[in-house]
T-cell receptor
Framework: GQNIDQPTEMTATEGAIVQINCTYQ??????LFWYQQHAGEAPTFLSY????GLEEKGRFSSFLSRSKGYSYLLLKELQMKDSASYLC????????????FGAGTRLTVKP | NAGVMQNPRHLVRRRGQEARLRCSPM?????VYWYRQLPEEGLKFMVY????????ESGMPKERFSAEFPKEGPSILRIQQVVRGDSAAYFC?????????????FGEGSWLTVV
């Protein structure tokens, strides 16, 4: 099985930077994904890491350390519309390569 | 290129009735995943299917729930004799295959309310 842990809630200020951490344990690692989900809507894909290091995509960056079982999502220049849940997910190669999700981090951006 | 299509978007059932949720994957995708999300909670894995084959159903409740993905037509998640605790959003997602580089893309979800 796998454990995917991330903080339940975070609050940040508009224009600031926030880092959302995710730790995981899997029997076989085949990629880590971040999704954004606004209330009442479907999750949308943000980023993918399979090798160690930082992947940058506009205001969003995602980092992975496979040896530590650790990832973070970095959001810069926060906007009010970034208020949403951020879901960390892992493809588990030791479990049919299916996709399992953490419980999500609810981010509130305040003016 | 249509995305993942789910229907119905909203479904109301009385206790004891059956609910059928349908999912058509993106074009070219042969893998389908079903997740359940209770209010204010994360996505819980239910089942992972390929055409005519269940790959992993470890997240499915042992009774009343079943899923299929036939050779032709959409994937179906079936809930028999629904109870109030089945009220949730059910999300379907699809991917081309299960290799490491393939992300999964979600449909808009089906919101089931049991009254």
């Amino acid at each position: 099985g796998q454990n995917i842990d991330q903080p339940t809630e975070m609050t940040a200020t508009e224009g600031a930077i926030v880092q959302i951490n995710c730790t995981y344990q899997t029997s076989g690692f085949n990629g880590l994904f971040w999704y954004q989900q606004h209330a009442g809507e479907a999750p949308t894909f943000l980023s993918y890491n399979v090798l160690d290091g930082l992947e940058e995509k506009g205001r969003f960056s995602s980092f992975l350390s496979r040896s530590k079982g650790y990832s973070y999502l970095l959001l810069k220049e926060l906007q009010m519309k970034d208020s949403a849940s951020y879901l960390c997910a892992v493809r588990d190669g030791g479990n049919n390569n299916d996709m399992r999700f953490g419980a999500g981090t609810r981010l509130t951006v305040k003016p | 290129n249509a995305g993942v299509m789910q229907n119905p978007r909203h479904l109301v059932r009385r206790r004891g009735q059956e609910a059928r949720l349908r999912c058509s994957p993106m074009k070219g995708h042969s893998h389908v995943y079903w997740y359940r999300q209770l209010p204010e909670e994360g996505l819980k894995f239910m089942v992972y299917l390929q055409k005519e084959n269940i790959i992993d159903e470890s997240g499915m409740p042992k009774e009343r729930f079943s899923a299929e993905f036939p050779k032709e037509g959409p994937s179906i998640l079936r809930i028999q004799q629904v109870v109030r605790g089945d009220s949730a959003a059910y999300f379907c997602a699809s991917s081309p295959s299960a290799t490491s580089g393939n992300t999964i893309y979600f449909g808009e979800g089906s919101w089931l309310t049991v009254v």
